[in-house]
């Protein structure tokens, strides 16, 4: 994944489902098979406009997004449901308008994700 650090993480901040956690700290470790097998195998990620569908795409849009940016993140919020988690990031690096504020929602499935939605 991206070069990344949890530089981070507030005491409000809900515990997130285990899927979530290990999503983020496989961020945080650049470990791109970690992060992949978070994703159940049709998964969908949304990030900057586009779909990225199933566990090869999620691969080639990490790939991606390593080879672009150098980033940086802080963990601002948490909120949980039975199957889902919203997550408040800043994210810093080497991109217009750095640092930005992200919301990331998670859809579950079973101790997977399903589906990754990030927007401002």
Not at 22 to 46: M, N
Not at 73 to 95: C, H, I, K, M, P
Request: glycine content about 6%.
């Amino acid at each position: 994944m991206t070069n990344s650090t949890n530089t981070s993480t507030p005491a409000n901040t809900v515990e997130l489902p285990a899927p979530v956690a290990t999503y983020l700290a496989a961020k945080i470790d650049q470990d791109a098979a970690a992060i992949l097998d978070c994703f159940t195998e049709d998964a969908l990620v949304h990030d900057e406009g586009q779909d990225h569908r199933g566990r090869a795409a999620i691969k080639a849009w990490l790939g991606d997004l390593a080879s672009k940016y150098t980033l940086t993140y802080s963990v601002l919020g948490a909120d949980r449901w039975d199957t889902a988690a919203a997550v408040l990031v800043e994210v810093a690096g080497n991109f217009p308008g750095s640092p930005v504020t992200l919301h990331q929602h998670f859809s579950l499935s079973g101790d997977r994700i399903a589906a990754l939605t990030i927007c401002p």
